[in-house]
């Protein structure tokens, strides 16, 4: 079982920034997007809105001896189901199959981790964040059915909240009440880096994982 980390925050909080200090061959990139990150890099990415493709890289990467995946802006993921879909699949009582479906893949991409690669695995993925109608913070989706039926958040153990205020970038690592972070006892501070690589370091020393090191 896999360990899945999550990432949500504001564009331009340092999500995807916070690969820089991770060295290349440490971790395997899939940019749901493509975009270029936000500092000198010529890390190569699978670019791909397929969810079999994602699992199937996944599968290979961790075949070929990588221990940490970072899957990047996977938000986008459900933001492309939405509007690349035909007319007669978002009216009527067909939108409500479409937004199930929507679920389903994602919720199965998450399971599909924790299920399917190997225990000394991280995949952390990054997502955007909104306010739900209670204020809280949490991962941006679209509809209400993840939100309602699944609990994206739920499903992870650990999830940061990338932050820019006053101090500069940080991850914020437990609840102040208003946002859905989260993490074991003791893993972090309340207040953290924005490096993913000290991130992956301090999850592999909580768990005994070992090394950052893809042999």
Same mark, same amino acid.
């Given at each position: 079982?896999?360990?899945?980390?999550? &990432? &949500?925050?504001?564009?331009?909080?340092?999500?995807?920034?916070?690969?820089?200090?991770?060295?290349?061959?440490?971790?395997?990139?899939?940019?749901?997007?493509?975009?270029?990150?936000?500092?000198?890099?010529?890390?190569?990415?699978?670019?791909?809105?397929?969810?079999?493709?994602?699992?199937?890289?996944?599968?290979?990467?961790?075949?070929?001896?990588?221990?940490?995946?970072?899957?990047?802006?996977?938000?986008?993921?459900?933001?492309?189901?939405?509007?690349?879909?035909?007319?007669?699949?978002?009216?009527?009582?067909?939108?409500?199959? =479409?937004?199930? %479906?929507?679920?389903?893949?994602?919720?199965?991409? &998450?399971?599909?981790?924790?299920?399917?690669?190997?225990? /000394?695995?991280?995949?952390?993925?990054?997502? =955007?964040?909104?306010?739900? /109608?209670?204020? %809280?913070?949490?991962?941006?989706?679209?509809?209400?059915?993840?939100?309602?039926?699944?609990?994206? %958040?739920?499903?992870?153990?650990?999830?940061? +909240?990338?932050?820019?205020?006053?101090?500069?970038?940080?991850?914020?690592?437990?609840?102040?009440?208003?946002?859905?972070?989260?993490?074991?006892?003791?893993?972090?501070?309340?207040? &953290?880096?924005?490096?993913?690589?000290?991130?992956?370091?301090?999850?592999? %020393?909580?768990?005994?994982?070992?090394?950052? +090191?893809?042999?």
């Amino acid at each position: 079982m896999a360990i899945p980390v999550l &990432i &949500i925050g504001k564009s331009g909080s340092g999500k995807s920034h916070s690969l820089k200090n991770l060295p290349q061959t440490d971790y395997a990139l899939i940019n749901i997007l493509g975009k270029p990150l936000p500092f000198k890099n010529d890390k190569p990415f699978l670019k791909t809105f397929n969810y079999k493709e994602i699992q199937q890289k996944m599968l290979g990467y961790v075949n070929a001896g990588v221990k940490n995946i970072i899957i990047d802006d996977a938000g986008y993921l459900l933001t492309h189901a939405l509007m690349s879909a035909g007319a007669e699949r978002t009216k009527g009582s067909n939108i409500f199959n =479409h937004y199930r %479906e929507m679920a389903e893949n994602f919720y199965n991409l &998450i399971t599909f981790v924790q299920a399917e690669l190997p225990s /000394d695995v991280i995949v952390t993925i990054t997502m =955007h964040e909104e306010r739900n /109608d209670f204020g %809280e913070v949490k991962p941006k989706t679209v509809g209400k059915m993840l939100d309602e039926k699944v609990s994206i %958040e739920g499903l992870f153990t650990i999830v940061l +909240n990338s932050v820019k205020d006053s101090e500069g970038y940080a991850f914020l690592t437990n609840t102040d009440g208003l946002s859905v972070t989260k993490s074991p006892e003791d893993m972090f501070e309340q207040r &953290i880096p924005n490096d993913l690589n000290f991130v992956i370091e301090k999850i592999r %020393e909580y768990y005994n994982l070992g090394g950052n +090191n893809n042999e």
